[in-house]
Structures are given as structure tokens and as C-alpha cells.
Nanobody, 119 residues
Framework: QVQLVESGGGLVQAGGSLRLSCAAS????????MNWYRQAPGKQRVFVAS???????NYLDSVKGRFTISRDNAKNTVYLQMNNLKSDDTAVYYC?????????????WGQGTQVTVSS
């Protein structure tokens, strides 16, 4: 069973930092694009950042310059370093990847980790 397990969330004051981790259960994820999404209360889940296996990154405009996505393939782990946090960053953060097998796409989500930024 493929699993993604997030950690590192918590309560932080505005302007502070947190680093989220997403540990994958299988090394196949090292060849996949890894993503972070977030869902604020009463809102839809939205894309935050992605990192392809060849190192290309993409970010939500509102987090550019503040968030950095990275990966450690030896640990099957992807990170989201979040600096200068704002109250609007408060959300549950999810790790996501997709795997194609025999022409079928499989979606994998973590359980989420809560980030709360106090103003």
C-alpha cells in the first residue's frame, strides 16, 4: 500500500517559519513530481507547490519568494519550507502525487497537517 505521511505542522506567529515533511512509503516516488496543496476552512483545496524529478519547481503566486519545495530522494521525503508566514497561509496542507500504470492514473494524498498562523 502506497502511503504519504505529512508532518511538521503547528501553530506559529505571523512572520515565523515552519518546515513540512512528506515521507513516501515507496522509492517509486523519487521518479514522480511531488506536490503540496492546502485547504483553508470553508474553501477548496488549492495547489501550493510542485517539484519534478528533474528539479523543476512551480509555486502558487502568493507563496513565491516565501515557500521552497525540496526533496531528499535517499529519504523518500519531500519538504516545504515556509518562511514569513501570514494568516492567509492558515490551512491543512496535503502532500500529493500521481502514478500512471497501464494507462490508468492513480492519485495519492497524505492525511494532511494543520498549519495555523496567528496574527
Amino acid at each position: 500500500q502506497v502511503q504519504l505521511v505529512e508532518s511538521g505542522g503547528g501553530l506559529v506567529q505571523a512572520g515565523g517559519s515552519l518546515r513540512l515533511s512528506c515521507a513516501a512509503s515507496e522509492t517509486t516516488f523519487n521518479n514522480n513530481t511531488m506536490n503540496w496543496y492546502r485547504q483553508a476552512p470553508g474553501k477548496q483545496r488549492v495547489f501550493v507547490a510542485s517539484l519534478s524529478r528533474d528539479g523543476r519547481t512551480n509555486y502558487l503566486d502568493s507563496v513565491k519568494g516565501r515557500f521552497t519545495i525540496s526533496r531528499d530522494n535517499a529519504k523518500n521525503t519531500v519538504y516545504l519550507q515556509m518562511n514569513n508566514l501570514k494568516s492567509d497561509d492558515t490551512a491543512v496542507y496535503y502532500c500529493y502525487t500521481e502514478v500512471w500504470f497501464d494507462g490508468i492514473k492513480y492519485d495519492y494524498w497524505g492525511q494532511g497537517t494543520q498549519v495555523t498562523v496567528s496574527s
